[in-house]
């Protein structure tokens, strides 16, 4: 499983190239976009061919998790005769607040195929396991675990779908990636961490603290979490602008207990 960084700002920054949140995992064939915000539809197209993504999950509707649906709605009409399609994993309302966007029903229809997420889905997209919890920021928004699913598992994974069995278990201990979204209570990433995970976090005020009704992390927030949960690597992401990058890595890995962590950057690349 491999991690392409597409973007890793926040909702607004002085950080020439620092686009929307967006990132890119891989497994084999298997490529599974998670979010897609403000200005990273460009990086995405730099990096592969967009039509050609298993599946695309959102973690909230702020526009810097997902806007960019937008270019990537008009790309799949117009580039393509006929017209391509993508499936996306979205918070209910994605498709009426695209479309009252564009004041054109039907807008989203014409290319996404919208899956609604739900608290504790739990979903195979090719060779890779999606897992969602909610977390407290918006009133809908995730959090995901993404991991690899290997051959014999992913046999029976299949029988049980065909059968109608909902519940995928048994992934067993495979070290996955936890992607924090936007997320205003870390314990509510704790349920998706096992030990081993690579931990993707936003740490919106870096240093800290993070003022009353914010629903973002910090420094401190982040670190605690990490060791708590036994993780293996953090990353950092959605550093508001203005915010010391250095001083955040160091008080990160100073509270996770010395697991190492660092700020992404688009481009980055990381083997699972
Ligand atoms: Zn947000």
Redesign the pocket.
């Known amino acids: 499983m491999k991690l392409t960084v597409i973007g890793a700002g926040p909702?607004y920054t002085d950080r020439v190239g620092a686009v929307g949140a967006s990132y890119l995992v891989t497994s084999g064939e298997t490529t599974l976009l998670l979010d897609l915000g403000h200005g990273a539809f460009a990086n995405l197209a730099g990096t592969l061919e967009p039509s050609t993504l298993s599946a695309i999950a959102i973690?909230?509707l702020?526009p810097?998790?997902f806007i960019d649906l937008v270019p990537l709605r008009h790309y799949l009409r117009y580039e393509f005769h006929p017209p391509r399609r993508v499936t996306l994993l979205a918070p209910a309302a994605l498709t009426e607040r695209l479309d009252a966007l564009l004041a054109q029903p039907g807008f989203s229809a014409e290319s996404l195929d919208v899956v609604p997420l739900a608290d504790g889905l739990d979903r195979v997209i090719g060779t890779l396991r999606l897992e969602a919890r909610k977390v407290t920021?918006?009133d809908d928004?995730y959090a995901f675990r993404v991991s690899p699913i290997n051959a014999s598992a992913y046999e029976t994974l299949a029988v049980h779908r065909r059968v109608g069995d909902g519940g995928v278990t048994g992934s067993g201990s495979t070290p996955g990636l936890v992607y924090s979204?936007?997320c205003g209570r870390a314990a509510d990433l704790r349920p998706l961490i096992q030990p081993g995970d690579l931990l993707l976090s936003e740490v919106s005020f870096g240093l800290g603290p993070v003022p009353p009704g914010a629903?973002?992390l910090d420094a401190d927030d982040v670190g605690a979490l990490a060791a708590e949960a036994g993780a293996s690597r953090i990353l950092l992401t959605h550093l508001l602008s203005g915010r010391d990058r250095a001083a955040t890595e160091a008080a990160t890995t100073r509270a996770a207990g010395g697991i190492s962590a660092r700020l992404v950057d688009p481009g980055d690349r990381f083997d699972l």
């Open positions: 909702a973690s909230h702020h810097d998790h920021h918006t928004s979204g936007d629903f973002h």
